[in-house]
């Protein structure tokens, strides 16, 4: 059970916009700690996709984009291409938890 | 550009104690402003951060896994260790270690990172 909840699957057609959430709580997200978003392509590591919400570090394209309301926070991908079909991560720090770093669940996404 | 490589035996008994290494490169690993953190992932699973440490030495660590974990830092050489101890199957897992941006409030995020290693623990 992740302390962040990320849907386990979406799925959307080349060139369609989809939508990845990441729901916290209060001790996190909610207490207006930022939430950052990592690409996991099969078999290689985890890449910084999103930092502090909305950043895109060098590289990213901006077809990429990130948003933070209450306690939830989105990751947003237009112009959908089969490069990224991957499993994306959201991560926050939670201040309950010993000042933790804590990650949702995951979610894969696939280009139809 | 900065990178990681993890080290380390990718099999390991039950019981025993997984040690695993990180070298930084293209960087020093006394820069200010970052921690090194330590991250795993068992097969076909999420992320699951395990703790950090600062070149100073000063270390958090996962409350859930905190009782075995121990981070070390050798700035001499430019490398970050981890020794997670008793270990079962349930530590099998790929073992990330990555750069860790941390801001004041306690924002932090990891990038980059390194390849990853496998360890896994069986008899």
């Known amino acids: 059970q992740s302390v962040l909840t990320q849907p386990p699957s979406v799925s959307g057609a080349p060139g369609q916009r989809v939508t990845i959430s990441c729901t916290g709580s209060?001790?996190?997200?909610?207490?207006?700690?930022?939430v950052h978003w990592y690409q996991q392509l099969p078999g290689t590591a985890p890449k910084l996709l999103i930092y502090?919400?909305?950043n895109r570090p060098s590289g990213v394209p901006d077809r990429f984009s990130g948003s933070k309301s209450g306690t939830s926070a989105s990751l947003a991908i237009t112009g959908l291409q089969a490069e990224d079909e991957a499993d994306y991560y959201c991560q926050s720090y939670d201040s309950s938890l010993s000042g933790s770093s804590v990650f949702g669940g995951g979610t894969k996404l696939t280009v139809l | 550009q900065l990178q990681l490589q993890e080290s380390g035996p990718g099999l390991v008994k039950p019981s025993e104690t997984l040690s695993l290494t990180c070298t930084v490169s293209?960087?020093?690993?006394?820069?200010?402003?970052?921690?090194w953190g330590w991250i795993r992932q068992p097969p076909g699973k999420g992320l699951e951060w395990i703790g950090s440490?600062?070149?100073?030495?000063?270390?958090y660590y996962n409350p859930s896994l905190k009782s075995r974990v121990t981070i070390s830092v050798d700035t001499s050489k430019n490398q970050f260790s981890l020794k997670l101890s008793s270990v079962t199957a349930a530590d099998t897992a790929v073992y990330y270690c990555?750069?860790?941006?941390?801001?004041?409030?306690?924002?932090?995020?990891?990038?980059?990172w390194g390849q990853g290693t496998l360890v896994t623990v069986s008899s």
């Open positions: 293209g960087g020093s690993i006394s820069s200010s402003s970052y921690y």
């Open positions: 502090g919400n909305s």
């Open positions: 440490i600062y070149y100073s030495g000063s270390t």
């Open positions: 209060s001790s996190n997200i909610g207490a207006g700690y930022d």
């Open positions: 990555a750069r860790q941006v941390t801001m004041v409030r306690g924002d932090n995020w990891f990038d980059p």
